[in-house]
């Protein structure tokens, strides 16, 4: 691994390289792994630990191979079926063998991992994203580039979360284990949403979002980070402007969703107790 990330970090440096055989090489190298899922553009690491945030750590040279990926690539025809495609990155394969259960329709690329027991209702996951084991991504959900799903998560239809490839040190957008995003909700930037987090329809989370807890006596306002249970919905707030005031859209935390051994009856309570649409 330290040579492949010398490599590749060189190769960041001075793109002359991307010639070389042998850099060539260590990127294709870092893909199949990241496909195989033996590495990821960000893991779960202890709190404290150096470089991490939010206990994650963001592994920038992985993410610097996925971008040098592209022009090493050629063009190429990709026929599946009566369907044509003409791309630079093939599409995933082996799915039975992996566990996996993918609709008619649903779409991995090469460099993306999908873990065994995960559903992919027709949608589609992009090159080095992460989706773990129980997730369902549903009808016309999206996973953008790097963006890591954690196990038993719920991305209902027609979610978005984003991809962040550059720059190479920005972290990925992040769904942690046994979160529910409700339908249409979008969440890019490398917004982060804690685990067990339940956000409702049409929530819209970006780093400039203001992420508003006001299940307390005073509001407390956060960007980028989902406190863990957290159940969110859309809301507004009044901004002045040199035309007038205006309501701008935000999130709202209105509540905790309780801890329970049962996620599944966890959820349902948190969803009827505070009227969520999802």
Known sequence: ??????????AWTDRSLLQKPETQQAIREVLALLDDGK???????????????????????????IVLYFPIQQMETIEVGPFEYHDKIPLKKGFAEKGVRVVPQALARYG???????????????IGAWVGSGTMVDTWATVGSSAQIGRNVHLAGGVG???????????????????????RCIVVEGVHVAREA???ANVVLTQSTHIIDVTGSEPVVQKGYVPPRSIVIPGTYTRQFPAGEYQVACALIIGQRKESTDKKVSLNDALREYSVAV
């Open 1 to 10: 691994m330290t040579d492949l990330q010398q490599t590749i970090e060189a």
């Open 39 to 65: 590495i990821r553009v960000a893991q779960p690491v202890d709190e404290g630990a150096e470089g991490a945030k939010n206990g994650w750590l963001t592994n920038e040279w992985v993410k610097m191979a």
């Open 112 to 126: 993306s991992y999908i873990e065994k027991g995960a559903i992919l209702m027709p949608s589609y996951v992009n």
């Open 161 to 183: 979360i984003g991809g962040v490839l550059e720059p190479p040190q920005a972290t990925p957008t992040i769904i942690e284990d046994e979160c529910f995003i409700g339908s």
């Open 198 to 200: 339940v956000l409702g």
